[in-house]
């Protein structure tokens, strides 16, 4: 409720009704999932109460958004519109659209006010970082005092009253302000000083990074609100010669992930078919939708015998979170290992994220599967990645508990130990691929299509219209990038 402009600017106005649909169309749409609701639930109970505070409490209506705006204008409740711009997936895109012709048929005035860092219209990237700046930098905005209304407040519906019941997360995050303000806090004074070396692994990420993410994503703290907090925060440690190094550097890195998720948002709110076509043309006919079905199935059970994917997968599916370089590794793993279309795990992928965002999600998904073409092809080696963020096989052991009676200089490849027999082809697949073949393949397969010229001129457009600006404008290139090359972006926060 902190930092919601929408609902200071119609307090100005007049007599507020704050309101809150529950579209029950959205919550059949193949993106979207129990814990996501489950989350949203936790938040309007404790919105309900805050709202309450201020002199009027949140009312609760479900059904089709235009069905419920229509009989609240008929029964005088509604002179005008007030709502945060948002850029979410095709159905809520074609939704706005309803409510924009709505508003329009009625005469009523809808204000959509500009919500963390998206520019809406889009003008160019040229500048937007300082956009950016400008308008993160203004003044979080208070909670306003509210007259109350004579209506019934209504029911906040539980996921089986909307027919969602698959999904359902046992340790996911809970959700409301409260508990984003407690994340946020603890991560700036306590746990945040290890973020920047510390976000890489699945061992060490649960901790030290922030997990605001599905508060952002759901609306119960607002990006400004966070950059404020980390801004005072960075003050504070530059007036404290004391405090560590690594504080200053974990928060500079943490703010210039502020940036990237309003960034890649700004993507989708440019160019919404990122969520169902390939940025880049030329990929259009290397994957098709619907291929390796078998693949996909043991890719979302964790059980495709390769011990760090598996372990992976599966400590997502139980807690709704996962570090940025894991989720990475699991999408590229889908795509270049399995061959998949990335819409079908990009979709399993965005049920198992409570901070699903589509606009940072489906963007990534593309980055991660190389249909993008302007970013690097990055195949990642799944058994290295186990080595190097989970080199004592604690994580595995943990999440992938077939194999305990593997020694531990096996565990990352149990197909090598001589005691393998007894595991593998009962309590735990044998690797459904080759690692190392198909990686191969599909390095062969992707770097083919970049060789063209045709490729070139529709990359230089794509990045033109899409890529960033602060570090200047930078073509594609046709070369492989550097073995080792290790940069990367970082997102969820």
């Known amino acids: 409720m902190t930092d919601h ?31 996501h609701w489950d989350f949203i639930a936790e938040s309007l109970v404790e919105l309900r109460e805050n709202l309450k505070e201020c002199g009027q409490p949140l009312v609760v209506r479900t059904g089709d958004v235009v069905d419920v705006l229509d009989d609240l204008r008929a029964r005088g409740f509604i002179s005008g519109l007030w709502s945060h711009q948002e850029t979410g997936n ?5 939704r706005d659209l309803k409510v924009g012709a709505w508003c329009r048929e009625h005469n009523i005035k809808w204000h959509e006010i500009q919500n963390h860092g998206v ?37 906040i519906p539980t996921s089986s009253k909307l027919g969602i019941t698959e999904g359902f997360c046992p340790a996911r995050q809970s959700g409301g302000s409260w508990a984003a303000k407690n994340l946020l806090n603890s991560f700036l004074f306590d746990r945040g000083e290890t973020y920047n070396r510390s976000m890489s692994s699945p061992l060490s990420a649960e901790i030290a990074c922030s997990r605001l993410s599905p508060h952002i994503s759901w609306g119960t703290i607002s990006v400004r609100e966070v950059n404020s907090a980390v801004k005072s925060r960075q003050i504070a440690l530059k007036n404290a010669p004391t405090e560590s190094m690594m504080w200053r550097q974990s928060l500079k890195s943490f703010n210039s992930r502020l940036h990237w998720h309003c960034h890649f948002i700004q993507k989708l709110e440019d160019e919404p078919q990122i969520e169902f076509k390939n940025l880049h043309s030329a990929y259009d006919a290397v994957r ?49 290992h ?91 697949p044998y690797p459904i691929v080759d690692h190392l073949d198909v990686a191969k393949a599909a390095r062969y397969r992707m770097w083919a299509v970049r060789k063209s010229d045709t490729f070139r001129r529709e990359a230089e457009k794509i990045q033109d219209r899409h890529g960033s600006r602060k570090s200047g404008v930078k073509k594609p290139s046709r070369r492989r990038p550097a073995k080792h090359n290790k940069k990367q972006l970082t997102l969820p926060i």
Request: glycine share 8%; net charge neutral; hydrophobic share 40%.
């Open 90 to 94: 095709n159905w809520t895109y074609q």
């Open 338 to 428: 399995f061959w998949l279309h990335w819409r079908e795990p990009g979709l399993e992928l965005a049920r198992l994220f409570t901070d699903y965002e589509p606009g940072i999600h489906w963007n990534q998904v593309q980055m991660q599967s190389g249909t993008t073409g302007i970013n690097a092809i990055r195949i990642y080696n799944p058994i290295k990645q186990g080595k190097d963020h989970d080199p004592t096989g604690v994580f595995i052991r943990k999440w992938v508990p077939e194999l305990s009676v593997i020694p531990d200089e096996f565990l990352h490849e149990p197909w090598k130990a001589e005691n393998s027999a007894q595991v593998l082809g009962r309590a735990y």
């Open 288 to 336: 098709k939708v619907g291929e390796n079905g078998d693949a996909l199935t043991a890719w979302s059970a964790g059980e495709t015998g390769l011990p760090f994917v598996d372990a992976c997968m599966r400590y997502l599916r139980e807690n709704g979170w996962l570090n940025f370089r894991m989720r990475a590794m699991l999408m590229a793993v889908a795509s270049y």
């Open 119 to 155: 520019s809406r219209p889009y003008l160019s990237r040229n500048g937007w970082s300082k956009r950016w700046d400008k308008h993160m930098g203004e003044e979080v905005a208070k909670p306003p005092n509210l007259a109350p209304v004579d209506i019934d407040l209504g029911i």
């Open 5 to 35: 402009r929408p609902l200071v600017s119609a307090a100005a106005a007049g007599l507020v009704l704050p309101l809150y649909i529950v579209e029950t169309e959205l919550w059949q749409q193949a993106d979207m999932s129990v814990r």
